[in-house]
């Protein structure tokens, strides 16, 4: 069991917009910590793709946006391609767990 | 380039344990922490914990405590992993990344396998 919580799937068609949720609580997303987005391609190491609720790091595409808001977090990606099947996992830190890295169990996006 | 380099595959039997390593190059090792997680076959990620290189202070996930030894060589720029007692739900691909001021692990290794089979 997570102890952030995330859709294990979501599905759209190429050029579409779609949403991928992050449910913490008040000891974690909702104590103000960071949260981060990680893209993991089938066969390779995640890659960091939204850092600090909504910062893109360089290289990744615009079409990718982080947001926070009380105890949730969002990622979207919008104008879906091919290459963007994969899994996203949020992550964050919690305070009843020493400051520990906590993560989300992770969303397999299917491109239609 | 920056980048995390980390030791081949292991196979082990149940109640060995297992150090793997993790390169670092092309930046200064002590000024990112390194975290472990490992990643069981068809799972999501899972967080071990994680060491400040230039002080040795270690945090661990509290399923992990007493299990994992996080240790670092500096003159190397090298971090190491030691699991203790196997077992085969221990069977993963286990992963180093860095992190510094908590703003993600921006830079991972590509991965190390550990089976535990008897």
């Known amino acids: 069991q997570s102890v952030l919580t995330q859709p294990p799937s979501v599905s759209g068609a190429p050029g579409q917009r779609v949403t991928i949720s992050c449910t913490g609580s008040s000891s974690n997303i909702g104590a103000g910590y960071n949260v981060h987005w990680y893209q993991q391609l089938p066969g390779t190491a995640p890659k960091l793709l939204i850092y600090g609720n909504s910062n893109r790091p360089s290289g990744v595409p615009d079409r990718f946006s982080g947001s926070k808001s009380g105890t949730s977090a969002s990622l979207a990606i919008t104008g879906l391609q091919a290459e963007d099947e994969a899994d996203y996992y949020c992550?964050?830190?919690?305070?009843?767990?020493?400051?520990?890295?906590?993560f989300g169990g992770g969303t397999k996006l299917t491109v239609l | 380039q920056v980048q995390l380099v980390q030791s081949g595959a292991e196979v082990k039997k149940p109640g060995a344990s297992v150090k793997v390593s993790c390169k670092a190059s092309g930046y200064t090792f002590t000024g990112y922490f390194i975290h472990w997680l490992r990643q069981a076959p068809g799972q999501g990620l899972e967080w071990m914990g994680w060491?400040?290189?230039?002080?040795?202070?270690?945090n661990y996930a509290q399923k992990f405590q007493g299990w994992v030894t996080m240790t670092t060589d500096t003159s190397i720029s090298t971090a190491y992993m030691e699991l203790r007692r196997l077992r085969s739900a221990d069977t993963a691909l286990y992963y180093c990344?860095?992190?510094?001021?908590?703003?993600?692990?921006?830079?991972w290794g590509p991965g190390a396998t550990v089976t535990v089979s008897s």
């Open positions: 990344a860095r992190e510094r001021y908590l703003n993600g692990m921006d830079v």
């Open positions: 992550q964050s830190y919690d305070s009843s767990l020493s400051g520990s890295v906590v």
């Open positions: 060491i400040n290189p230039i002080s040795g202070v270690t």
